[in-house]
């Protein structure tokens, strides 16, 4: 098991930027496939973005693709998300998650451990 927890959520203008962070405490997280998952009022939880264990495989929503990046630093067990132009509908609290597994999956069924989240708020 590993807890987790995001930071740097925010308010910002549409056409910015923001960079949420995932911190991980546990055991042997170099071992977790990691993804970022977020969650607008009223609607459901939707996949973002997700990194292998090593790294070296990432996989993104077509919503975001081309706009987010998702990257990991095993030696400090922290996950990342930095998000680029940014959009009003881009706003959600943002989750990140951990499932000790090598491979990406998108499903949130799949991911074991999540933390308790950020919001981002996007204004027009």
């Known amino acids: 098991q590993v807890q987790l927890a995001e930071s740097g959520g925010g308010l910002v203008q549409a056409g910015g930027s923001l960079r949420l962070s995932c911190a991980a405490s546990?055991?042997?997280?170099?071992?977790?496939?990691m993804g970022w998952f977020r969650q607008a009022p009223g609607k459901e939880r939707e996949f973002v973005a997700a990194?292998?264990?090593?790294?070296?495989?990432?996989y993104y929503a077509d919503s975001v693709k081309g706009r987010f990046t998702i990257s990991r630093d095993n030696a400090k067990n922290m996950v990342y998300l930095q998000m680029n132009s940014l959009k009003p509908e881009d706003t959600a609290v943002y989750y990140c998650?951990?499932?000790?597994?090598?491979?990406?999956?998108?499903?949130?069924?799949?991911?074991?451990?999540w933390g308790q989240g950020t919001q981002v708020t996007v204004s027009s």
């Open positions: 998650a951990a499932r000790e597994k090598v491979g990406i999956v998108v499903a949130g069924n799949e991911y074991a451990d």
């Open positions: 546990g055991r042997a997280f170099s071992r977790y496939a």
């Open positions: 990194i292998s264990w090593s790294g070296g495989s990432t």
